[in-house]
């Protein structure tokens, strides 16, 4: 299957012969070749500027305009259009600074609901191509084709290009896509060149793929690490491989293994569509810094019965609260408590992160609170009661029936008073979806 | 200050009290033990701020006076010095050193003023009476090992007291309880304890007056207010505050109706669950009871290592009953048991067992089955 079959066109799927800069049917330049094309079946396939993009597509006089999706004047940039990105708006950064460097962009707040409806359609598209798909967000996951080209009567790199198609016309987003090997180097080849992109990394260009690459193109290297590397004269993906796996074990811990592996392009990791939930949470920015507990105990109060609906929708129970606070300088600090029987009630893990609060509140200005249960187990295990807890099934009762008429009614059906001040102090930005 | 004890009586009552302070302390004063001499007596005293213990011992007291010393680095030179010395304390003119010669050794050890020494203001004490040595330490053997370490239900981290009539007897009792297993012990009430406030004496000062109680056969006073309780044991004089909650209303866990009733021989049904829990794994210590015809099998299954049963003849006349409990626990349990025998009342594998000696014994304890 050498020659003109291993080169075909992106645009209009077309086979074109070998060394052509165009594709023949077409005219476009994105005629894309690879030998090992149709051996490769890891994909890794990310959205480009998710929010971004679908903000556009609803509203096409943005269309040149640079558009940032992010929470109010407090918040941060959610996702940066192509165009914003330009002016060195990125990701995660406080609005303030984006604004700073791109003043005209046009700011929108984030339609968390729209943007998951969306990326509810691109999953589903995906699970048409393979069962094996393990989403990694709302907007990017990894796709194991092996075995599909009968199904879809072509091989795995075709099929991904139609589905790029196919997502274009049909919700009017783009997408770049990622082919390799293994899920580390498909989800790197996916970034090779975003937007509308779609990268091959084969098994026999791996090594040189990688040769002078900075260490930092390991997805999960982080700044510490990349400084206690960088501090041993280890910089780009050759200086790794140059050493003993031992040696970089000894640098950064049990994950230097790993990283060893990752640097001669060897990833194991199985697509796995069921990740397990390690966690649930929720969390809110402020609009303005808030200091005292009186105002903060209502939000956690709602943030709470958020993480209780959570647990509850997913089956969950847990057995350790966190309590996350972000101070107005930025620091995060986190309590936890755990070794309580298992819970998924909001009136008991309110019990639990009530007092950590309070002794969190010692004039520090916030900007971010947030509640997580972990070390998860099942619901059937939860709020059993025992022989100093008689309360827990009848509240148990109690919530459930709660729910019931919330479902019915909306859930301002039934309001705990302490949640009413709650309502005075809006949260700046829905940036609280967050299952890990 | 300049007083002069002998070794031996040095050690046994900074042995009572240096076991209060915290090996680790942010405030400095807290790792001190705070030495007085006056009137022919050296008193002792060391906190953590939730619990004091003080203690006097006869001294030749030269010139009276007060300082602080690290109460654990104290320690140690008593006990290294050789048995049958004496040992002079002193503090001169500069304050901040307190010498100690025994022999010829001499130490200088940095001492803190008096002055800084927390006092836990005990306050008004409405409530005294006494009882006898060895029944408080029943009292706190037998239920001590039920009290609770969690954190959340910080109410659960000590031994209830209260008085209570019991078979129209006014009763003290001891309740401790983690949720999973509940211990409840009494005594006749002392006289003086009648209208005593329920109060909750936390795990660490239960387990000095446990340490205390270990060569004590006199008698203990006990003294308390609402937010404090005060021991004194011979010469040592525990005060400590109490646990600021309410504690759960145990009677109605405490079983009534449960009618199948088992009689075991203790020793040989403990040893048996030993035996057989040595496959269990560490998170799941399961052990089923399957009862039938006078006959007990105790199995543990491990899908990780195996398996494992054991038959007793054991006195049951119920119909057929499977039930699980954690290992540990019921080890806990019947340790703490007196009799030959020992009296389970069962209900149902779901409701809690009432474990006991036998009918109507003082002791009783409550155990959560298990899934199995």
Not at chain 1, 404 to 412: Q, S, T, W
Not at chain 2, 84 to 112: C, H, K, N, P, Y
Not at chain 2, 158 to 179: C, F, K, Q, W
Request: hydrophobic fraction near 40%.
């Amino acid at each position: 299957m050498a020659g003109a079959s291993n080169i075909f066109c992106r645009d209009c799927l077309t086979l074109t012969a070998p060394v052509r800069p165009r594709c023949p049917a077409c005219g476009s330049p994105r005629v894309l070749s690879h030998p090992e094309r149709d051996r490769l079946s890891i994909a890794h396939v990310d959205c480009d500027a998710f929010y971004a993009t679908i903000e556009k597509r609803d509203a096409p006089e943005l269309r040149d305009k640079p558009v940032i999706v992010g929470g109010g004047k407090r918040g941060v940039v959610s996702t940066a259009c192509y165009i914003a990105r330009t002016y060195g708006v990125r990701s995660a950064m406080p609005m303030f600074k984006a604004l700073q460097a791109c003043p005209h962009a046009v700011v929108i707040k984030p339609d968390m609901e729209k943007y998951a409806r969306v990326g509810r359609e691109v999953r589903r598209m995906m699970l048409e191509l393979t069962p094996l798909v393990e989403p990694l967000s709302i907007d990017e996951a990894f796709l194991d084709l092996t075995g599909t080209e009968r199904l879809h009567k072509a091989s795995p790199a075709i099929t991904l290009a139609r589905f790029a198609q196919r997502v274009e016309k049909e919700l009017g987003i783009t997408i770049s896509v990622g082919l390799s090997v293994n899920k580390f180097l498909a989800k790197i080849a996916s970034d090779l060149d975003k937007p509308r992109g779609f990268s091959i990394i084969g098994e026999a260009g791996v090594d040189s793929f990688l040769a002078g690459k900075p260490v930092s193109i390991i997805h999960g290297i982080g700044a510490a690490t990349q400084e206690r590397l960088a501090r041993a004269g280890l910089r780009t993906i050759d200086d790794i491989r140059a050493r003993d796996p031992g040696e970089i074990v000894a640098l950064v811990g049990k994950d230097g293994l790993r990283l060893h592996r990752l640097a001669h392009g060897i990833d194991t990791r199985k697509v796995d569509p069921v990740r397990e939930t390690k966690s649930i949470s929720a969390e809110t920015t402020f609009n303005h810094d808030i200091r005292d507990v009186e105002t903060l105990t209502p939000i956690l109060w709602r943030l709470t019965e958020k993480l209780s609906f959570r647990l509850k929708k997913a089956g969950f129970a847990g057995r350790s609260v966190t309590l996350k606070l972000k101070t107005a300088d930025f620091r995060t600090r986190t309590r936890s408590r755990s070794g309580f029987p298992p819970t998924q009630l909001a009136r008991r893990l309110f019990d639990i992160a009530a007092p950590m609060l309070a002794s969190e509140c010692d004039g520090t200005a916030f900007r971010l609170i947030g509640i997580g249960a972990s070390d998860l187990c099942d619901a059937a295990l939860a709020d059993t009661g025992d022989l100093a807890d008689t309360e827990s099934v009848r509240l148990a009762r109690m919530e459930r029936a709660v729910d019931n008429l919330r479902e019915r009614f909306g859930k301002a059906a039934v309001v705990r008073g302490i949640g009413f001040a709650a309502d005075a102090m809006r949260p700046a930005d829905k940036k609280d979806d967050s299952r890990r | 200050m300049k007083v002069t004890v002998e070794r031996a009586a040095l050690l046994k009552s900074l042995g009572h009290v240096h076991r209060v302070v915290e090996r680790r302390n942010t405030i400095p004063i807290l790792s001190n033990v705070l030495l007085r001499a006056e009137s022919g007596m050296l008193h002792l005293k060391a906190t953590d701020l939730d619990l004091e213990v003080t203690e006097a011992l006869a001294a030749d007291v030269e010139m009276g006076g007060a300082t602080t010393v690290p109460a654990h680095v104290l320690y140690d030179i008593v006990r290294k010095l050789p048995d049958g010395s004496q040992v002079s304390l002193e503090t001169g003119g500069d304050t901040s050193q307190m010498l100690i010669r025994s022999g010829r050794s001499r130490f200088s050890l940095q001492a803190l003023p008096e002055s800084d020494f927390p006092d836990i203001a005990a306050g008004e004490m409405p409530h005294r009476f006494s009882l006898p040595a060895g029944e408080l330490k029943r009292l706190i053997d037998k239920t001590q090992f039920a009290i609770s370490t969690e954190e959340t239900r910080y109410y659960l981290n000590g031994i209830y007291l209260h008085t209570i009539e019991s078979n129209g007897m006014p009763v003290l009792r001891a309740v401790a309880t983690d949720g999973h297993r509940l211990a409840r012990v009494e005594t006749a009430a002392p006289e003086g304890s009648a209208g005593m406030p329920g109060v909750i004496v936390p795990r660490k000062a239960v387990a000095e007056v446990q340490k205390l109680l270990e060569d004590a056969d006199a008698q203990v006073s006990v003294e308390l207010s609402p937010s404090k309780i005060r021991l004194s044991i011979g010469s040592v004089v525990l005060t400590s505050k109490l646990i600021d909650g309410t504690f759960p209303d145990y009677q109605r866990v405490i079983p009534t109706g449960n009618d199948k009733h088992l009689v075991v021989e203790r020793a040989s049904f403990a040893a048996a669950v030993d035996r057989v829990s040595t496959i269990s794994s560490e998170r799941g210590r399961a052990v089923k009871l399957a009862l039938a015809d006078g006959r007990l099998t105790l199995s543990v299954t491990n899908p990780d290592s195996g398996s494992a049963t054991e038959e007793l003849e054991v006195d049951y006349e119920a119909e057929p009953l499977d039930i699980g409990f954690n290992a540990r626990y019921l080890l806990d349990i019947t340790a703490q048991l007196d009799g030959d025998t020992a009296l389970f009342k069962l209900a149902d594998p779901g409701s809690p067992t009432l474990i006991q000696d036998r009918e109507g014994a003082s002791a009783l304890y409550v155990l959560m089955p298990m899934r199995v």
